[in-house]
């Protein structure tokens, strides 16, 4: 059964950094295409970073610049380096591969 849970969102504020994770079980994300969602109030999800296995990013031109999306392949573990980060940026964020989403981890950014 494969489960993702996302941790490390919490309130920040703007200019701040986040480190958001990822954890799998029941897969291996260093084989497939993975990817961070987010959601904010009154919006639909959109793609933020994907990695590919290949090494390959992309990344929401919103985002470009202050986002970094990584792997730990030992620890099977994604992340989200989130810096100078916007009042726009707040939302749920949500890992993802394949039909397997996370629960999503709020992050607040607001003075």
């Not at 920040?12 to 260093?30: D, H, N, R």
């Not at 810096?83 to 003075?111: H, R």
Request: charged share 20%; with cysteine; aromatic share 10%.
């Amino acid at each position: 059964q494969v489960q993702l849970v996302e941790s490390g969102g919490g309130l920040v504020q703007p200019g701040g950094s986040l480190k958001l994770s990822c954890e799998a079980s029941g897969v291996i994300f260093s084989r497939n295409d993975i990817h961070w969602f987010r959601q904010a109030p009154g919006k639909e999800r959109e793609p933020v970073a994907s990695l590919i296995p290949s090494g390959w990013t992309q990344y929401a031109d919103s985002v470009k610049g202050r986002f970094t999306i990584s792997l730990d392949k030992e620890k099977n573990v994604m992340f989200l380096q989130m810096n100078d980060l916007k009042i726009e940026d707040t939302a749920v964020y949500f890992c993802n591969m394949y039909q397997y989403w996370g629960p999503g981890t709020q992050v607040t950014v607001s003075s």
